[in-house]
C-alpha cells in the first residue's frame, strides 16, 4: 500500500497503481467553498425570481404588467427559477439518477425559457403590425391560445430530444481515473456527445432567433419597445454560452461542473435582471409612470 490507499504492483515491468476503497476521492461538493458559493448563488436566484413573481402578481392590474404580457412573464419567471434549481443537479457526488436529470432538466428549463421571450418578441411584431392599417389580422395569429400551444411545441421537442438521449446513450456515473494518478474524480459521462451537442444546439437555435427578431424590432414606437429588453437579455445569454463551450472542453473534471453551473447562473441571472429589472424598478420606484398614458406615450426604457 502507498500513502494514497491504492497499491502499487508490478507487471511487465511497469508499475500500475491500483485504487482501494481508501482511494481520494474528488467531485463538486456542497461542503467545498465552491459548491456552497454555487449553491448559494442558485438559491438566491430562485429567491430572486420568487419575489419578482409576487411583484408582478401583486400588480397585476397595472398598465406596465398588462403591456409586459402578464401570462409569458409569469410562465417565464417560473422557467427561471427552474433554472436556477436545476443547476443544483451539477453539484454533489455524481448518482445515476442526477446524471439523467441534470442535462435534461437543464435543457427543458432553458428551452421553455428561450421559447417564453421568443413568443414574446414575435407578439410585440404582431402587435406593431396589427397598428397600421389592414394589419388587424396579424393578432389573430396570436392569441392567448396560440402563444400557449407554441411554447408547448418547441419545449416538446426538447423533450423529445431529451427522451432520445436517455433512451439511446444515458449518461451514467463514471469513475475516471485519467486526470490524477493518486485520486479518482467522480463524474457524469454524457453518454453520447451527439445528445448533448443536439440539446445545447436547439436551445442555441432558439436563442439566437429570438436575438434576431428582437434585434429587428428594436426601434419600433416607444410604446412597443420591450424588444429593446429583449435584444439586450439575449445578447448576454448568447455571449455566456459561447464563452462557456471553450471553457467546459478545457476544464477536467469537477471543474468542468463548475463551469456550467457557473454558465447556468450567469445567464439566468442576465435574463432575470435584463428582462425584469426596469419593469420592477418602475413598479415600485416611479409609479408616476406605470399609468396607462405614459405606457403608450413613452414606453417602458430607463
Known amino acids: 500500500m502507498d500513502k494514497y490507499g491504492g497499491a502499487l504492483i508490478k507487471y511487465n515491468n511497469k508499475l500500475i497503481f491500483l485504487h482501494t476503497a481508501s482511494s481520494k476521492t474528488e467531485f463538486l461538493s456542497y461542503h467545498e467553498p ?29 398598465p406596465i404588467v398588462r403591456a409586459n404580457n402578464s401570462e409569458l412573464s409569469f410562465l417565464l419567471l417560473v422557467s427561471l427559477k427552474f433554472c436556477f434549481l436545476c443547476s443544483l ?23 421553455l425559457c428561450v421559447s417564453c421571450i421568443l413568443v414574446k418578441t414575435m407578439v410585440v411584431l ?5 397598428s397600421k392599417p389592414g394589419g388587424e389580422s396579424s393578432l389573430k395569429w396570436f392569441g392567448a391560445v396560440q402563444q400557449r400551444g407554441t411554447v408547448m411545441v418547441l419545449t416538446s421537442v426538447q423533450a423529445a430530444i431529451c427522451t432520445a438521449w436517455l433512451v439511446s446513450a444515458s449518461p451514467v456515473p ?19 456527445t451527439v445528445g448533448f451537442a443536439v440539446l445545447l ?7 439566437v432567433l429570438s436575438c434576431l427578431l428582437a434585434f429587428l424590432a428594436r426601434n419600433l414606437p416607444d410604446s412597443f419597445n420591450e424588444a429593446k429588453l429583449i435584444t439586450f437579455s ?30 447556468i447562473l450567469a ?13 420592477c424598478y418602475i413598479i415600485l420606484f ?13 414606453g417602458i426604457t430607463m
Not at 34 to 57: A, N, R, Y
Not at 91 to 103: A, D, S, V
Open 267 to 279: 445567464s439566468s441571472f442576465g435574463l432575470l435582471v435584463a428582462l425584469f429589472g426596469p419593469i
Open 234 to 263: 439575449m445578447l448576454i445569454f448568447c455571449a455566456v454560452w459561447v464563452a462557456f463551450v471553450p471553457a467546459y472542453i478545457n476544464s477536467p473534471g469537477k471543474y468542468a461542473d463548475a463551469v456550467e453551473v457557473f454558465a
Open 34 to 62: 465552491l459548491g456552497i458559493c454555487l449553491t448559494t448563488t442558485s438559491l438566491l436566484g430562485t429567491f430572486i425570481c420568487v419575489v419578482v413573481l409576487g411583484i408582478f402578481i401583486h400588480h397585476h392590474s397595472t
Open 89 to 111: 443537479l451539477f453539484i454533489g457526488r455524481p448518482r445515476l439518477w442526477t446524471c439523467q436529470l441534470r442535462h435534461a432538466a437543464f435543457g427543458i428549463s432553458f428551452v
Open 201 to 207: 444546439g436547439y436551445i442555441g437555435l432558439l436563442a
Open 174 to 192: 463514471h469513475k475516471n481515473t485519467q486526470y490524477h494518478s493518486d485520486k479518482i474524480v467522480y463524474e457524469c459521462a454524457v453518454g453520447s
Open 286 to 298: 416611479r409609479t408616476e409612470r406605470n399609468t396607462k398614458k405614459a405606457i403608450m406615450g413613452r
Open 126 to 130: 404582431a402587435v406593431f403590425r396589427a
